[in-house]
């Protein structure tokens, strides 16, 4: 029973922090003008304060003390440093715009720290082609670039509303329960306790109105960091099949947890290749901006999302016997469908412009010559939008 008085202090400690921080850190943000501007491509139609990560950072550091108390965590002496970094490179970013290839760098950096001091890697492949237990070099090659991968996964899809937020506290839940429920309980209670710190920031990003406040690259790049170390302890923890909970197929269930932020990477960039742009150029290709352009609120563009992520989540649990290889190509088969279906109705109605300096298709020169600030009403027809 002490787990679960731990991991009940962690989150509500967590959440109580970050819904008194995130007021403080509003007020300080307007007063020194750090604030994010609406452009081009911006979802936000008024000036809104950033650096909404610190909560989260201050609130899960404070609350995974508390709640470690008692529980031996030894790797946290180093994960602290790295999240510390890479916070700081969120904050410099929010506040003097850092090159995408700096914040590579540093992302680098923050990777090679959680695998030789942390000793947080991959060491085997599950069976993946055959390949089970594998080097230091692979694991170093393959860690860095799960990192990478889902750090700027989850800063990419930091353009509406709760929607980065609200991934992240259904994939710390998804991982927080198979962690306690398997006796990781100290994985269990950092997960619940990032769930808190976001939830904290949630209410004030979603519904809040005089101290609404935006994550910025200050807390996407922190949660991806934390949520990459817990999809490697979830790996690493499934190697050893006699354990109580073992999942079998765990990379593929891995890739279905993150489903929406990964497809979702992988989908924009090909755009940006196809359209002879650079990779780490911003635009308006997300997938939550086609369901904008088809009418949808920030508010149900996300929840909409959310829900499709809990259902590729239900299904890869349930289907985990498939394979690893077999599962994942399923994964990616249904990502592709759902992704086309918005592209489809844009496409049909007309509801974004050839030439769009943000806005494209997958496939060049599909686009129409209608004005980009269309909608697709519940009529079925367009209308004007503020977007």
């Keep these: 029973m002490e787990?679960?008085?731990?991991?009940?202090?962690?989150?509500?400690?967590?959440?109580?922090?970050?819904?008194y921080e995130v007021p403080i850190i509003v007020k300080i943000?307007?007063?020194?003008?750090?604030?994010?501007?609406?452009?081009?491509?911006s979802s936000a139609s008024q000036s809104i304060p950033t650096l909404g990560g610190i909560a989260i950072f201050l609130s899960f550091i404070l609350s995974s003390a508390i709640g470690l108390y008692g529980f031996e965590l030894p790797e946290m002496s180093y994960i602290l440093p790295a999240l510390g970094l890479i916070l700081f490179v969120g904050m410099v970013d929010d506040l003097l715009n850092l090159s995408p290839y700096k914040k590579f760098i540093a992302q680098i950096i923050v990777a090679m720290m959680l695998i030789f001091l942390a000793k947080i890697h991959f060491t085997n492949l599950h069976g993946i082609f055959g390949v089970g237990a594998i080097g230091i070099i692979p694991g170093t090659a393959i860690t860095v670039l799960t990192i990478i991968v889902i750090t700027n996964a989850l800063n990419m899809i930091?353009?509406?509303?709760?929607?980065?937020?609200?991934?992240?506290?259904?994939?710390?839940?998804?991982?927080?329960?198979?962690?306690?429920?398997?006796?990781?309980?100290?994985?269990?209670?950092?997960?619940?306790?990032?769930?808190?710190?976001?939830?904290?920031?949630?209410?004030?990003?979603?519904?809040?109105?005089?101290?609404?406040?935006?994550?910025?690259?200050?807390?996407?790049?922190?949660?991806?960091?934390?949520?990459?170390?817990?999809?490697?302890?979830?790996?690493e923890f499934n190697i050893d099949q006699t354990q109580v909970y073992a999942v079998t197929s765990a990379p593929a269930i891995s890739f279905g947890i993150l489903s929406y932020p990964l497809m979702d990477i992988i989908r924009v960039i090909s755009i940006r290749i196809v359209h002879l742009r650079g990779p780490f150029?911003?635009?308006k290709n997300h997938f939550h901006h086609r369901l904008l352009t088809l009418g949808l609120s920030?508010?149900?563009?996300?929840?909409?999302?959310?829900?499709?992520?809990?259902?590729?989540?239900?299904?890869?649990?349930?289907?985990q016997h498939f394979g690893i290889f077999r599962l994942m190509v399923y994964i990616a088969l249904a990502c592709f469908i759902l992704v086309m279906i918005p592209a489809y109705f844009i496409k049909k109605y007309r509801l974004i412009k050839k030439n769009d300096p943000v806005q494209h298709l997958l496939i060049p020169g599909s686009e129409t010559d209608i004005p980009a600030n269309r909608i697709w009403n519940s009529n079925g027809r367009s209308s004007q939008s503020d977007e």
Excluded: C
Aim: no cysteine; net charge neutral; glycine share 10%.
């Design 281 to 283: 150029r911003a635009d």
């Design 3 to 19: 787990i679960y008085g731990s991991l009940f202090i962690s989150f509500i400690l967590a959440l109580v922090l970050s819904l």
């Design 298 to 319: 920030h508010r149900q563009a996300t929840y909409s999302i959310i829900g499709f992520n809990v259902i590729f989540i239900l299904a890869v649990f349930y289907l």
């Design 29 to 41: 943000a307007k007063k020194l003008h750090l604030v994010d501007h609406p452009n081009e491509r």
């Design 158 to 235: 930091d353009g509406i509303d709760g929607l980065a937020g609200g991934i992240t506290m259904l994939i710390s839940f998804v991982f927080g329960s198979w962690f306690l429920m398997s006796g990781h309980f100290n994985y269990a209670i950092l997960s619940f306790t990032l769930m808190g710190s976001v939830a904290g920031f949630f209410y004030f990003n979603v519904y809040g109105t005089e101290n609404k406040i935006f994550m910025g690259d200050t807390g996407s790049l922190l949660i991806g960091t934390i949520i990459s170390i817990l999809v490697i302890q979830f790996n």
